[in-house]
């Protein structure tokens, strides 16, 4: 089986952008084991702070966050750096290449329960014009992206990873610590029936999720004709590794719970390098009006409506949004 620099290599992958790759997944592979340590590691539970979102912060987040932080800070290619768990954007080399924003571990509330979780992580060009601590060295659409992926903390820890052309998927062979190929052309199913969203917002939503989410309900009876089944891990990460192995759909929109977060899922670290991963694998990703990779980031941290997966499935929810 192929090692992931060698697969990077035969990409033709900037050779700085396949280094600084290496340092974050360097910086995974000691989460993945700390997270395998679970209580013995000391890693469950709360702090008692809260990130700039108001979350609770989990003692793994704030750990995760250190780890990547501080291997990205030993990456004289890393101008500007931007998490989840960080106020601001944090200052990296002054003449670094490239830029990087990462949720240091996704599906936190899962942490405690030995569920899924995992790290985003997407590399942008750096703006040579922006000083490394500007916030709008971060303002560009997703398109700009040079690689985006995810390490999942599951049963077994798999990387998800593009870097323009195809999506690959690694899994970390423990014997000799390094991710190996097992499967370099991650496809999409174009149809699906498997829905992925939280029902315990249904009263909160707005009108054309209720009406979309209800005719899947219906099943055989409605307009689709077929029966759909739900999944929720309440762990982006899980929920869109799914999608990509075997085709469904992805919501998280907007609701009425609190008007001043109408959506939930990030922009910068979440929406956006599934997106990308999820184009390069034939599927979909949309807000319901626009295309996810075409949004301009203007806040580090700001918050979109998510519709993403099989492409057809997207298609069809997009046409209640218009
Ligand atoms: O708890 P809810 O509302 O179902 O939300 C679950 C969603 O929140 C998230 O956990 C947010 O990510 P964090 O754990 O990084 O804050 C997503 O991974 C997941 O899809
Ligand atoms: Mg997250
Ligand atoms: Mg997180």
């Given amino acids: 089986m192929q090692r992931l620099i060698p697969t990077l290599r035969k990409d033709q992958v900037d050779l700085e952008l396949l280094m600084l790759i290496r340092t974050i997944l360097a910086a995974t592979k000691e989460i993945s084991f700390r997270v395998s340590q679970g209580a013995l590691g000391d890693v469950l539970g709360s702090t008692l702070d809260e990130n700039i979102q108001g979350e609770q912060q989990k003692k793994l987040d704030v750990i995760a966050n250190q780890l990547i932080k ?41 942490i405690d329960i030995n569920g899924q979780i995992g790290t985003i992580f997407t590399i942008y060009p750096a703006k040579p014009s922006l000083a490394a601590d500007d916030p709008a060295q971060f303002h560009q659409t997703g398109r700009s992206q040079l690689a985006a992926g995810y390490v999942l903390y599951g049963p077994s820890t798999m990387l998800m990873l593009t870097t323009g052309k195809e999506t690959r998927c690694f899994t970390l062979d423990r014997t000799h610590g390094g991710f190996l190929l097992t499967n370099d052309k991650v496809a999409v199913p174009e149809k699906t029936a498997e829905f992925s969203i939280n029902m315990a ?37 899980g929920d869109i590794h799914r999608i990509l192995v075997r085709g469904g759909i992805f919501l998280y929109p907007p609701d009425k719970r609190d008007p001043a977060k109408p959506a939930k899922l990030r922009l910068l670290y979440e929406a956006n390098p599934m997106a990308m991963l999820l184009e390069n694998a034939g599927g979909a990703a949309s807000t319901g009006t626009e295309n996810i990779l075409d949004l301009e980031t203007s806040d580090l941290h700001q918050r979109v409506p998510v519709i993403m997966g099989s492409a057809e499935e997207v298609e069809f929810a997009k046409s209640f949004y218009k």
């Fill in 201 to 237: 917002n249904s009263r909160f939503w707005f009108e054309p999720t209720q009406t979309y989410i209800n005719i899947l309900l219906e099943g055989e009876e409605g307009e689709r004709n077929k029966r759909y089944n739900m999944r929720w891990n309440a762990a982006m990460v």
């Fill in 70 to 110: 501080n291997m990205l800070l030993s990456d004289a290619n890393v101008r500007s750096i931007a998490s989840e768990e960080e106020d601001d954007v944090v200052a990296g080399d002054p003449d670094g290449r490239f830029i990087v924003a990462f949720d240091p571990l996704d599906g936190s509330s899962n």
